[in-house]
Nanobody, 122 residues
Framework: QVQLVESGGGLVQAGGSLRLSCAAS????????MGWYRQAPEKKRELVAT???????TYADSVKGRFTISRDNAKNTVYLQMNNLKPEDTAVYYC????????????????WGQGTQVTVPS
């Protein structure tokens, strides 16, 4: 089994910064793409940023230039540095691992964390 646990959310004033972390645990050999998604109240979950195990990153247009995704493959951890936060960034942020290769058994697909709340008051 694989578990993804996010941390680092909270309340921050507009213009401030937060750093989210997501650690994957289990008998993991490697993980392909990891990413961050978010869901605001009454809105659909949307992609924020993804990063491959080769460190190729993609971003939603709304966060380009403000957010930076990174990962530590040795720790099976992905980070999201969020700068210049805006009220419209308020959402629950979810970590995703698209394909997790285990040391034993087949790979696991599409694993999600439980989410961490980010609130930026207007």
């Amino acid at each position: 089994q694989v578990q993804l646990v996010e941390s680092g959310g909270g309340l921050v004033q507009a213009g401030g910064s937060l750093r989210l972390s997501c650690a994957a645990s289990g008998n993991i050999r490697s993980i392909n793409t990891m990413g961050w998604y978010r869901q605001a109240p009454e809105k659909k979950r949307e992609l924020v940023a993804t990063i491959t195990n080769g460190d190729s990153a993609t971003y939603a247009d709304s966060v380009k230039g403000r957010f930076t995704i990174s990962r530590d493959n040795a720790k099976n951890t992905v980070y999201l540095q969020m700068n210049n936060l805006k009220p419209e960034d308020t959402a629950v942020y979810y970590c995703n691992a698209d394909r997790v290769f285990m040391r034993l058994g087949p790979f696991l697909s599409d694993r999600w964390g439980q989410g961490t709340q980010v609130t930026v008051p207007s």
